[in-house]
């Protein structure tokens, strides 16, 4: 299939990487969310098992 | 630069987004979000049980995302009259920002994330009734009701009127009659709070046809039905202090905030039929927000300072 590049405009780029920096803050901030109420819900103890 | 089939960008709806992530947070409706948020966490930390303060925020915080998420849903339905309306002309996919699609996708998956984040962070009841909420308010009242009966938004006000009863939920696994009556104080709240404003924007519904009261009934008759949805609010505003929930010092202060609220309405009724500025129903409608917030914040002081006295006590 033929392909071609579109070029983006300022505005464009501007926004994609703003969108791309915004994805990334709430993907770390749903790390730590999950990582904390994984230990909050389920208590210290999940941390302490048999290895 | 972005590699795309040739064929996909030489179609007409192709389409770079030029969205930022302000425009997404702006299909969350924050306003009303903010709301949502302050009645939630009322009913939840209200709630006769010891909370874990990072539980509250993640179920206050999950509850607000899929609020967000319906309002995002109700963008994407409602873009074509959004668009004649001059109070929301200036919305993302009214604009044209966001594309109709990506609003829907975005609504739809974070309904989906906030219902399963709270069903696993705090319980299922909860999150049953938060996705009812998402489908009363995305399918019940903007697919179905606001366009088609001038009682859209008393039946619609529910969906507005749940975030207390989820915040309960969420703390006690359970339903009881103090966050009924919190729904109940919201939902009687929505029709005066909608008509005054419809009352001085009842051109633009009037444009989209829209059936808002005003535009049905007239302004006469709509400034009845407020004065009468006003007069019961005054009253089941006092309710959590008469049930036992709350002290004799909220129900005074849930009385004087009834009154204002009552003044309000009664400066409306008596509004002239040729006001055209319409002062009185634009200042009801900035007190039906201070009503709000100020009953509101007022059950959790109260709560609070119970709390505090039965820990001194103790």
């Known amino acids: 299939m033929e392909q071609e590049y579109v070029v983006l405009t300022e505005a464009q780029k501007k926004a994609q990487r703003s969108r791309s920096m915004g994805i990334a803050l709430v993907l770390v901030a749903l790390v730590v969310i999950f990582y904390v109420a994984t230990i909050t819900v389920f208590g210290p103890e999940i941390l302490s098992r048999p290895m | ?314």
């Open chain 2, 1 to 314: 630069m972005a590699l795309v089939d040739k064929h996909v960008f030489d179609e007409p709806g192709f389409h770079v987004s030029e969205a930022t992530p302000a425009d997404y947070f702006a299909l969350l409706k924050p306003r009303v979000m903010s709301l949502v948020i302050f009645t939630a966490f009322v009913g939840m930390v209200t709630a006769p049980v010891a909370l874990n303060p990072f539980q509250v925020v993640i179920a206050v915080l999950a509850i607000a995302v899929g609020a967000g998420a319906s309002g995002a849903l109700n963008m994407w339905y409602d873009a074509d009259i959004d668009r004649v309306m001059s109070r929301t002309a200036g919305r993302p996919v009214a604009t044209g920002r966001i594309q109709p699609g990506e609003a829907l996708v975005f609504g739809i998956v974070l309904s989906a994330f906030s219902v399963v984040t709270l069903g696993l962070l705090a319980n299922w009841l909860s999150a049953a009734l938060l996705a009812f909420t998402i489908f009363f308010y995305a399918v019940v009242y903007t697919m179905w009701l606001k366009r088609s009966t001038p009682q859209n938004i008393v039946i619609g006000g529910a969906a507005g009127a749940f975030p207390p009863i989820i915040g309960w939920a969420a703390a006690t696994g359970s339903v009881a009659i103090e966050p009924l009556i919190m729904f109940l104080i919201i939902f009687l709240w929505t029709p005066p709070h909608f008509w005054a404003l419809a009352l001085f924007k009842s051109d633009d519904y009037g444009r989209v046809g829209v059936p808002m009261m005003p535009n049905v009934a007239g302004h006469a008759s709509t400034r009845r039905q407020i004065f009468a949805y006003t007069a019961v609010v005054a009253l089941v505003g006092i309710l959590p202090w008469v049930i036992g929930q709350a002290s004799i010092v909220y129900g005074v202060v849930a009385a004087l905030l009834g009154l204002g609220f009552v003044r309000s309405a009664w400066k409306v009724l008596r509004m002239a039929d040729d006001d055209v500025v319409m002062r009185p129903a634009k200042a009801l409608f900035a007190y039906s927000l201070l009503y709000l917030f100020a009953i509101f914040a007022a059950l959790l002081v109260d709560s609070g300072v119970a709390r505090l006295v039965g820990a001194l006590g103790a």
